[in-house]
């Protein structure tokens, strides 16, 4: 982190020359790069420019460098350049609409094949910490409640140029057109760094699939400021995408009120279901599967699944493997997607599939499930009647946020 670094010794031929006050990138892609570090030296000497190529070794302690002489390097950096701590550090982060997100307290350093990059910018409480000098004190805090908030760069606005004595906002390019590349485990760290108006407009953009995936990863506290905050028809659409068994555990932290004027709005098979699993009166394995998932015939040719793929796995919940079904909906087999992508096109799913299928019944409980999936290592799972008809496919990913269903 750029925090650790700021203050370091800088060493040359085993002596200090002095330390380091900033650090120079350039803006490259997909990757800004560090090109300098910005050396300040005591006794009024004047400050080093010391090229990336000439840092022999940096850690949290010392910078060590090789140069010939002390004086070409003695120089202050041009306009166009840009001080990490300078100009990054201490600057407020804007939303889409203009907004305050937070303030970026540290920047994230990757090294790879010996250049060292910036990744992304630290928005935490324990960015704060390390900003402050007391980095100690990240060790101690709970690292569930504290841990790390990162933005990546590539959400970041370019800075205006040239930068001079640059004292403006850093803003993200989250934008309607951005947010479907984030993943939504990321997006969702990102929106509970915002207030609840904020995580609202912006929550918004997303298409009806990208928001049910984000909102099941955000904290039960945002989730009730988000369902508070959005249209009731907005959250029916999105707990209408998911599972019963997800519909539940979401609806199961917002207010008994809240609850009862969303589930007026859904479809009563939905409702039965979802309110079954929050009462416990019943663990019917299927409410917690999905039927979203990708099917097709025997007699498909490889060729044509795979120019086909990419269109049918929109909007499926299960998209790394491929279920092939006959016209009576009994599960033939069921094709990994690489052994789809290593086959050859002219052969047909029924000589590609696998016939030995590893399945759960509907009489299958949700621990059965859970030594299944450890057992298989599979990532989903189908489950099939007693004619073999497939009734849907539970995915490891949700079986895990329900494991306090089943474990004490």
Known sequence: MLNSLIGI????????IGTISDIIMEMKSPLPVITHLYVGRLFGSLSLMIP????LSITSEEAVINIPDIRSYEKEPEIHQIKLKDHILDKKVLDMEERDVDVVYDVRLVMTNNRLYVSDVDISVSGFLR???LGFLTRIINNNSQRGKLIPWKYIQPLPAPLGRFRGDVKLTILKEKLS?????????ILEEMDSKQRAVVFKELDTQ???ATFEEIDPKSQRELVSALDKNKVVQLLTHMTSGQAADILSVLPFSEVRDILKLMDKWHVDKIKSIMQKQEEDIVNYATSRFIRFPPDMSVGQAKKDYYEVAKNKKVVMYLYIIDDKNILQGVIDIKELLQAKDEKKLVDVETNSIIALSPKSTLRQAFVMFERYDY???PIVDEQNKILGVLSYRDLKRLKHRFLE
């Open 9 to 16: 010794r800088v060493m040359l031929h085993g002596k200090k």
């Open 52 to 55: 990336w190529d000439n840092v």
């Open 379 to 381: 990532r989903a799972i």
């Open 210 to 212: 990208k928001a049910s």
């Open 131 to 133: 900003r402050m000098g």
């Open 181 to 189: 590349e984030i993943h939504p485990v990321d997006l969702a760290d």
